[in-house]
């Protein structure tokens, strides 16, 4: 599947697939009518005819909700996509290629294809774009949609029940003051006893590194719709 893959990151024509002929290519309802219009198909029906359990068409479809993200940018943006990925164990289209095996859900592949659009418009590093594919791996997408609460970068009050996710996921992190002055109150009437106030512990919460990353590109990855 690399070749085929590679080939389709890599042809100026991406942008004439439609989710709508990958459903039909899929399926086996494309015709040699479509193909001849639409070349660039024969590596997506290369692919589906090699891979062919249930399994395999729905790698090749979330690979497809992938690329249908990077099918907006030209070419030599995508080929430079690929090779900013790569290293001494594996190319650039085999490191996309176990990141969505990672992805459990179409909508996190969604996500991930724009995340790959905006590395290949170096508007995040090789490192960000790392780490925030690791993240939507290991993110249940409804609890990102948080993080733009902390825009002022720092919160005193936070209900740790609904946060809590973006702090085991390291995007946000809690702060504790020290302890406030204790003092002794002297009793104000007769029979009263003295006693001490003080002592308390206020905390913040912040946006992480990580945090502050997918802040940076939020609104890229999860636009509103219209």
Not at 63 to 89: A, F, P, Y
Not at 197 to 209: D, H, R
């Amino acid at each position: 599947m690399k070749t085929e893959i590679t080939q389709l990151i890599e042809s100026d024509d991406l942008k004439e697939i439609t989710l709508e002929l990958v459903e039909k290519t899929l399926d086996n309802e494309i015709t040699d009518e479509t193909l001849k219009e639409i070349p660039i198909l024969k590596y997506l029906v290369a692919a589906k005819n090699i891979y062919n359990s249930y399994t395999d068409r729905i790698f090749i479809k979330k690979t497809m909700k992938v690329l249908l993200e990077i099918g907006v940018i030209n070419w030599k943006e995508r080929v430079d996509l690929t090779e900013s990925l790569k290293d001494n164990e594996s190319s650039g289209t085999e490191k996309i290629l176990l990141a969505i095996d990672g992805m459990q859900t179409m909508q996190k592949c969604k996500v991930y294809g724009k995340l790959c659009r905006l590395r290949a418009l170096k508007k995040i590093s090789v490192d960000e774009f790392l780490r925030l594919t690791k993240l939507i791996q290991d993110s249940y997408l409804e609890d990102l949609l948080l993080v733009p609460y902390f825009t002022e970068k720092k919160k005193d009050e936070v209900f740790e029940e609904e946060f809590f996710p973006l702090i085991s996921l390291g995007l946000i992190y809690q702060e504790q003051s020290e302890p406030s002055p204790i003092e002794k109150v002297e009793p104000y009437e007769l029979g009263e006893h003295e006693y001490y106030k003080g002592g308390e512990i206020n905390f913040t919460y912040s946006l992480s590194y990580l945090g502050d990353t997918l802040l940076k590109c939020f609104d890229e990855l999860f636009p509103k719709e219209n």
